[in-house]
């Protein structure tokens, strides 16, 4: 199934230029292995070494936050947006 990744600002650059790229997943996980494939770049700024997301990388499917759920097996319907939020710190 067809699920959309909309990417932030700070990392169209590793996506070439895209803030959206359609990829075919069932789940969170293979959607973002997905958006590695195509952007291998991304997989070091989302994932540690493990393949975990980083602690800093928000994840929502649909407005839920998967890290209250499944996480990487959050499930994905056709047509469903992913969307990822790196946290920004500051002062």
Sequence with gaps: MSVTVKLPTQLRASAGGESAVSVEAATVGEALEALYTAYPELRDRLSDEDGSLRRFVNVY????DI?????????????????ILPAVAGG
């Design 67 to 83: 890290r209250f759920g499944e996480v990487l097996e959050t499930q994905l319907s056709d047509g469903q947006e992913l969307q």
């Design 61 to 64: 499917v649909g407005g839920d």
